[in-house]
């Protein structure tokens, strides 16, 4: 999958660049793929990403391969090999 972050002040290690980043991830949901970026990151950060233990933040804009998802069972997508995954963070 390749994923790219967009509008955080401080981008994730590894993110600094403004294009897509490779990402190797062993599960299948979008959920599951946000958590996996967010390992070891501060929990400032994973408040800006995730609500709660399975809710992404409504401040938090996806898009999968261009297609914006924004309904509340979008923690649970299912992800396939190949798809581009774009963060958009857009706080208040």
């Known amino acids: ?22 990402v190797d991830f062993p599960g299948n949901t979008l959920g599951g793929f946000i958590k996996h ?9 994973k408040n800006l990403f995730l609500s709660g233990e399975e809710g992404i933040s409504s401040d938090l804009v996806t898009l999968v391969n261009g297609i914006t998802v924004s309904d509340s069972s979008r923690f649970h997508l299912r992800l396939n ?7 958009v963070s857009s706080p208040g």
């Open 37 to 45: 970026l967010l390992w070891g990151a501060g929990p400032e950060m």
């Open 1 to 22: 999958m390749t994923v790219k972050i967009i509008g955080l002040s401080e981008p994730l290690p590894g993110f600094e660049g403004a294009g897509g980043v490779p």
């Open 81 to 87: 090999e190949g798809d581009r995954i774009e963060l």
